[in-house]
C-alpha cells in the first residue's frame, strides 16, 4: 500500500503563513481526491479541507475559509496546504489523507492517512 | 453542520469481552438513490494517525480483523468489537461524509479493564 508524507509545519506567530506538503508515494494521487484533517492537542479530529482529483473543486471548513488554501501538483504527486492569518487555534497536528474512493469528486472517507506534520503558533 | 455524538465517551472492557460505541447523527446520513450510509468509523491508536476500519456503515476496511463489525442506519450506528484485544486499546471516531462540512465525532476511548 503506498504511503504519504506531510512536511512544512513548524512554530509561526499568531498572524503568520506557513506551507504544508503532502508527497505520496506508490500510488497515483490524481485519481483521488484528497483531504487535510487536523487534530489539536488533546483533542478529536477535524476536517479541515478536501480537493478533487484534478484541483477543480476546493472545499473549506467555515473555520479556515478565506485563510486557507488547497492546492495540488499531479505532475508532482503533492497536495499543498497554504495556511494565512494563522491564529492560536490553529495549532494542530495536520494530516493529509487519500480519498476511499477512486474519481475525481471527494466521496469523504480517507483510507490512508499521513504521519502528520505539527504547527504552533504562538508567539 | 451535521452533528455526530457518540456514546460513551470512555470504555472499559475485558479481555475477550464485547465493546459496543454508539454514534447519532443529527440528520439522517442515508443516500436514498443508492441506500449507502455515509458513515465510516476510525481508530487511532497512542500518537498514531487515525486507521480506516469501517466505511459505508458495515464495510470492513482491507486488512481489518473480522472482530469489527459495524452498523446502523439513517441516523443511529455502531461500532462492535466482538472479543477485545490488546491492541484495540485506542480512541474510535465515527465520521459522516454525507455532506460538507465532513464532521466527526467527538471520540471514544477503549480502554483495558
Avoid at chain 1, 3 to 27: D, H, I, M, T
Avoid at chain 1, 35 to 59: C, D, H, M, N, Y
Amino acid at each position: 500500500e503506498g504511503q504519504l508524507v506531510e512536511s512544512g509545519g513548524g512554530l509561526v506567530q499568531p498572524g503568520g503563513s506557513l506551507r504544508l506538503s503532502c508527497a505520496g508515494s506508490e500510488f497515483t494521487l490524481s485519481n483521488h481526491a484528497m483531504t487535510w484533517v487536523r487534530q489539536a492537542p488533546g483533542k478529536g479530529l477535524e476536517w479541515v479541507s478536501s480537493i478533487s482529483g484534478s484541483g477543480g473543486g476546493t472545499f473549506y471548513a467555515g473555520s479556515v475559509q478565506g485563510r486557507f488554501a488547497i492546492s495540488r501538483d499531479n505532475s508532482k504527486n503533492t497536495v499543498y496546504l497554504q495556511m494565512n492569518s494563522l491564529r492560536d487555534v490553529d495549532t494542530a497536528i495536520y494530516y493529509c489523507a487519500k480519498d476511499g474512493v477512486v474519481g475525481d469528486n471527494p466521496q469523504g472517507y480517507m483510507d490512508v492517512w499521513g504521519k502528520g506534520t505539527t504547527v504552533t503558533v504562538s508567539s | 453542520d451535521i452533528v455526530m455524538t457518540q456514546s460513551p465517551d470512555s470504555l472499559a472492557v475485558s479481555l475477550g469481552e464485547r465493546a459496543t460505541i454508539n454514534c447519532k447523527s443529527s440528520q439522517s446520513v442515508l443516500f436514498s438513490s443508492n441506500n449507502l450510509n455515509y458513515l465510516t468509523w476510525y481508530q487511532q491508536r497512542p500518537g498514531q494517525p487515525p486507521k480506516l476500519l469501517i466505511y459505508w456503515a458495515s464495510t470492513r476496511a482491507s486488512g481489518v480483523p473480522d472482530r469489527f463489525s459495524g452498523g446502523g442506519s439513517g441516523t443511529d450506528f455502531t461500532l462492535t468489537i466482538s472479543s477485545l484485544q490488546a491492541e484495540d486499546v485506542a480512541i474510535y471516531y465515527c465520521q459522516q461524509y454525507y455532506d460538507l462540512p465532513y464532521t466527526f465525532g467527538q471520540g471514544t476511548k477503549v480502554e483495558i479493564k
